[in-house]
């Protein structure tokens, strides 16, 4: 295992988890890849330069819903505003930004004139000030506010990008295409939190705005909880010190990738975000990293080498692009191996780490599929698969999945999924349940 060290960055390690036994004839080969960044210092409270360019090297962009529907109630358009403030607050000296207020248009509030502003205890009271003028009015467009969002990080050398979106609304002003569109062409330039307040808006919306933009989403039912999420989402936003990692996967002649998924710590599907590297290589995009860890699941397709032989199934490494544009660089490296053997022991044995987040994986869908059925009035197909979800959560020690599912259904036993669907449930329970599907545990010690 190689690891990649420097001064002002984490240093990655990658460690592989598998059962690299396979009967005759086996050719699929699960691995997980626990990726770990550690020695940033992204808890100590230092500004963000790690790149040597002599200005900023992170920028981030608040964009705030000021459509119509946030008036109502009025507490949600104070909320935003109080939570912006709290936000702005948190930025650290010297990163760049900017807040956008969205409708069906993109405005910029502050600086404006298309740029951003550096981070000091007066820019950050000018940003507080233009905040007053914030009020609600017109429509939903998020595409718009992304794009600009986009040209204003763009508008500096910056080694990290970051979004911050909030919506009350269902995205009502622009086609699902234009919305797409927008998310492609942001692809790659930044990464976007995203949050719904109150109940009025869009889960799938919200989560594959996230989804697209390699950021994490969330509910917040009461908008008189939106500093306190803010807040957390900047504090951790300013832990970003490594942008644009890639997760590479070379594999040998006859090999293929079946799929590979971040599994920790939320379930995100990467198989169809692969970009060619090479011959037989492959880079997978994982976005921005902090003093964090995170688990990915990759399974790979080999050709059956017969009783005895053994082969490498992956190379995984870890790169990052280098500052001056010449080859990435290897943060770390690890190894996915194919034997087979006859020991029906050996090759029927399934290690831990990869049941688990098959587990986790089946969880998140069995919650989006059950969700569905009852929405569409499937009742029988609800009990079913939400009882499958209550099983999983108990059976992984997914306590904080299992909380939310119980209030959606009423659990008779969780050890074999028996449940009933609940005659009434909160609109914001539901949404919640729903967009915090894909949150995982890790492998219990």
């Not at 807040?231 to 996967?249: H, I, N, P, S, Y």
């Not at 690890?334 to 994986?361: E, F, K």
């Not at 969880?363 to 698969?385: N, V």
Request: net charge negative; with cysteine.
């Amino acid at each position: 295992m190689a690891n990649f060290s420097k001064s002002n960055v984490p240093r990655f390690s990658a460690e592989v988890y598998q059962n690299a036994y396979l009967p005759e004839g086996g050719r699929e080969v699960n691995a997980i890849v626990t990726v770990t960044a550690t020695g940033g210092g992204t808890t100590g409270g230092r500004p963000l330069f790690i790149g040597g360019r002599g200005g900023p090297d992170a920028g981030v962009v608040i964009m705030v819903d000021c459509s119509g529907s946030m008036d109502y109630p009025p507490t949600k358009m104070r909320g935003a505003r109080e939570a912006t403030a709290a936000a702005i607050d948190t930025v650290r000296d010297g990163v760049a930004f900017a807040v956008v207020a969205g409708t069906h248009q993109a405005v910029e509030v502050y600086p404006g004139g298309g740029r951003l502003a550096v981070a000091d205890p007066t820019t950050r009271a000018q940003a507080r000030d233009a905040l007053r003028g914030l009020s609600a009015g017109g429509g939903t467009a998020i595409g718009t506010w992304l794009r600009l969002t986009d040209r204003l990080l763009s508008s500096a050398d910056l080694a990290i990008r970051h979004g911050i979106l909030l919506t009350d609304g269902r995205n009502e002003h622009e086609s699902p295409q234009d919305l797409r569109a927008a998310l492609d062409a942001c692809f790659g330039s930044f990464t976007c939190d995203a949050r719904g307040v109150g109940t009025d808006w869009e889960v799938k919306e919200v989560t594959g705005i996230a989804s697209a933009l390699l950021g994490s989403a969330d509910i917040v039912a009461d908008p008189g909880e939106l500093t306190a999420d803010f807040t957390q989402m900047m504090e951790k936003a300013m832990g970003k010190e490594v942008a644009d990692v890639g997760l590479r996967l070379w594999t040998p002649l006859g090999a293929e990738i079946v799929f590979v998924k971040q599994v920790a710590p939320t379930v995100e599907d990467l198989t169809g975000r692969r970009a060619e590297s090479g011959p037989r290589s492959g880079d997978y995009p994982t976005g921005s990293w902090g003093d964090e860890s995170r688990d990915y699941h990759i399974c790979v397709r080999v050709p059956d080498a017969g009783v005895g032989n053994e082969m490498l199934a992956a190379r995984v490494s870890l790169i990052i692009s280098s500052a001056d544009d010449s080859l990435p660089q290897t943060l770390s490296q690890g190894l996915v191996r194919a034997v087979w053997t006859d020991d029906m022991a050996a090759s029927t044995s399934i290690n831990p780490q990869v049941a688990h987040y098959t587990g986790q994986a089946e969880l998140a869908q069995a919650i989006q599929h059950g969700l569905d059925a009852r929405k569409s009035g499937d009742r029988d197909g609800a009990t079913a698969k939400l009882g499958r979800a209550v099983q999983l959560a108990s059976a992984s020690g997914n306590e904080d999945t299992a909380k939310l599912l119980a209030k959606v259904v009423d659990v008779v036993d969780a050890a074999t999924g028996t449940v009933r669907l609940k005659a009434k449930v909160a609109e914001a329970d539901e949404m919640t349940l729903e967009t915090r599907s894909t949150k995982t545990v890790r492998v219990k010690k």
